[in-house]
């Protein structure tokens, strides 16, 4: 079936301005995850959602960095404000939610966010 | 707190060598390991992954790694590379026995190949 599918594949975007990023997870996954790979930082969690429960935000970098999960599929991650050192592929994985070792993630193919 | 070390930003074998990748990690109870390798301009594809049992793990692509205890390593490795290989790897751990999903990457191997 479909993977997991992210758009927009780029964004340019000048310092100062809103952006969305939209993950679609893979049909059926509950559990739906943010992750940021940037330089010199490497790939870092932001949040991760899991079914109906309280989305576990503890890896978000400051108060302008937000994401929703509608109907438990699609997510959107919006980041305000925007900042250079925001500039970084965002990706998204999702898995089946299981709290057992067959739980793997599977990731999509991320955002490249430029911020001028 | 969770950790992991990958030595070696870069990686460089001819084609036809041993490629070894090295990973080790820092958690306080066994956690659940994983090797993902990034293709450019592409996400994550998991290569292979150890919960439990078997400390040898065989993943995709003829690439295998072994689970050490008592050393804290999970070290990638693959008998003989190939062009295709050539790309970047991330060694990731996750909590054991626990609700609490996140991976913890770390900083990434580029493994490069040459004829």
């Known amino acids: 079936g479909a993977g997991v599918s992210q758009s927009p594949s780029n964004k340019v975007t000048e310092k100062g301005k809103d952006v969305e990023l939209r993950c679609d997870p893979i049909?059926?996954?509950?559990?739906l995850y943010w992750y940021r790979q940037s330089l010199g930082q490497g790939l870092e969690f932001l949040i991760y959602?899991?079914?109906?429960?309280?989305?576990?935000k503890s890896g978000l970098p400051s108060d302008r960095f937000s994401a929703e999960r509608t109907g438990g599929s699609v997510s959107t991650l919006t980041i305000q404000r925007t900042q250079q050192e925001d500039s970084a592929v965002y990706l998204c994985a999702s898995s089946l939610g299981l709290a057992q070792s067959t739980d793997t993630q599977y990731f999509g193919p991320g955002t490249r966010l430029t911020v001028l | 707190a969770q950790s992991v070390t990958q030595l070696g930003s870069h990686v460089s074998v001819s084609e036809g060598a041993l490629v070894l990748l090295r990973c080790n990690y820092s958690s306080s109870v066994p956690p659940y390991l994983f090797w993902y390798v990034q293709y450019p301009n592409q996400g994550l594809q998991l290569l292979l992954k150890y919960t439990t049992g078997a400390t040898l793990v065989k993943g995709i692509n003829g690439f295998e790694a072994e689970f050490k205890k008592s050393e804290t390593s999970f070290h990638l490795t693959k008998p003989s590379a190939h062009m295709s290989d050539a790309a970047e790897y991330f060694c990731?751990?996750?909590?054991?026995?626990?609700?609490?999903?996140?991976?913890?990457f770390g900083t990434g191997t580029r493994l490069l190949v040459s004829p």
């Open positions: 959602f899991q079914g109906n429960s309280a989305p576990d």
């Open positions: 990731a751990v996750r909590r054991l026995n626990t609700g609490f999903q996140k991976l913890v």
């Open positions: 049909s059926g996954h509950t559990a």
